[in-house]
């Protein structure tokens, strides 16, 4: 008798068949690869998806691996992607905005990780993998808090600081400003900078030593977060304290 668990021979199987595909895989494909029935490769691909391991493209409705796990593997990644998801869709229906996860990237980058979209009909949202400047981000002037003074400034110097909108802060002291802002407050807050009509409010999950730096945001739409701020950064603080200790209560990834 097998001593291989079948369940979790099959999460397996799917994950080794995507990560030898760069492009991506219909329902059909990974059934037919895999040898599964249609019903049960479509709950494992909803529930890999869901845990932030694969990216589904809703232009051809097919699924790839998540860019960061191909990158930098499962274990920097790997645990903050299973505990974060569950408390960002909560988070999600209680502020009623979307939800966004993201970590460094190459310098002056930040790499939008997972997200959780708005239950609202009109919602602020933005296709995953994605990778956005730190200089006009709520998600990226807050990571950027955790540099030293020299490392911010190559940052912002590593990518061109194009305007987004007209609202958008290219100058360097400016931006510089901002994060000493958001050093002091814990909160970076982004209002039609990166896109008009939507303002980010993000800050920074604080893991302990061997955990990545990871930052977690609501993209909102302006006029609902300026009816009542003070909620949805609170918020936004209770949801990263709750990743925070499920990471910790977990130990190091």
């Known amino acids: 008798m097998s001593d291989e668990i079948k369940s979790a021979a099959r999460v397996l199987d799917m994950l080794e068949l995507f990560s030898t595909r760069c492009d991506g895989l219909t329902l059909s494909e990974v059934a037919r690869g895999l040898e599964l029935p249609k019903s049960s490769t479509l709950g ?8 932030g391991y694969l990216i589904r493209e809703n ?67 933005i296709e995953l993998p ?4 730190a200089f006009c981000t709520a998600l990226g002037r807050v990571l950027l808090t955790r540099l030293e003074p020299k490392a911010v400034e190559a940052a912002l110097d590593a990518v061109p600081r194009a305007a987004m909108t007209t609202s958008t802060r290219v100058d360097r002291s400016a931006v510089l400003d901002a994060v000493d802002a958001a050093r002091e407050t814990g909160f970076s807050i982004v209002e039609d900078e990166f896109a008009v009509g939507g303002t980010g409010v ?18 909102c739409i302006s006029q609902r977060y300026h009816q009542d701020p003070a909620r949805l ?21």
């Not at 993000?202 to 993209?219: E, R, S, W």
């Open 44 to 51: 494992l691909l909803r529930t890999l998806h869901k845990r």
């Open 59 to 125: 232009e051809n409705d097919s699924y790839r691996l998540n860019d960061m796990i191909r990158r930098d593997g499962f274990a920097r990644h790997g645990r903050i992607l299973r505990v974060a998801p569950p408390v960002m869709q909560a988070l999600a229906v209680d502020a009623g905005e979307t939800v966004l996860l993201g970590m460094p990237d190459a310098p002056g980058l930040v790499r939008l990780l997972a997200k959780e979209a708005s239950p609202s009909d009109i919602r602020y949202d």
């Open 130 to 133: 994605r990778k956005v400047p």
């Open 202 to 219: 993000a800050a920074v999950i604080p893991l302990g030593p061997g955990q990545p730096l990871a930052a977690l945001g609501l993209a």
């Open 233 to 253: 950064q609170a918020q936004l603080g209770n949801a990263i304290n709750q990743i925070a200790e499920a990471m910790a209560s977990q130990g190091n990834a």
